[in-house]
């Protein structure tokens, strides 16, 4: 399987990453997002249960499921679809894309300055990206994202 790296999209993601980043800081509620949904529709977990066919009480148990992260997202889009509800899964990077692979670029060269350039300064800078470009050229990119070897 042949793998490129596609500098662009990657400051493309990263653009539009910035939209659900905000979601990082609002913490998921303890009894889950399926529970809370309900409570705040006033929807009972009987009523939620005669819509899917089921008992209020496989209701709860799939509402702790989800809670305690054991659902599966076929379940969790049956029980959306039952609150007329979408379910959207979506990966938001901790960090930049473009920072973590200048990052790891820059490890893997053995050249891992304090005073390398953020990716905000990068999407702007085309010879940045093109030296970077040469930079990922260089290294072998079947180990790129393996684990530094320790002595």
């Known amino acids: 399987m ?3 790296l596609n500098l ?7 653009r539009q ?3 659900f980043a905000v979601l ?16 705040a529709l006033g929807m009972s977990s009987k ?3 005669d819509r899917l066919g089921m008992s209020a009480q496989g209701v709860r148990k799939l509402e702790q499921s989800e809670a305690d992260g054991s ?16 379910v959207h899964c979506v990966l938001v990077p901790r960090t930049s894309l ?10 893997a060269a053995g050249s891992a300055s304090s005073k390398s350039p953020q990716a905000s300064e990068m999407e702007n800078e085309p010879e940045t990206l093109d030296n970077l470009v040469v930079l990922l050229a260089q290294l072998n990119k079947r180990s790129f994202w393996s684990p530094p070897r320790t002595p």
């Open 47 to 49: 009523v939620l249960g």
């Open 24 to 39: 990082r800081s609002h913490v998921t509620p303890l009894c889950g997002w399926v529970k809370t949904v309900r409570l």
């Open 71 to 86: 659902i599966s997202l076929k379940t969790l889009s049956r029980l959306a679809d039952g609150m007329d509800c979408d």
């Open 8 to 14: 662009a999209r990657l400051a493309d993601l990263d």
């Open 2 to 4: 042949k793998t490129n």
């Open 98 to 107: 473009l920072n973590q692979v200048l990052t790891r670029a820059q490890e």
């Open 17 to 19: 990453f910035c939209k």
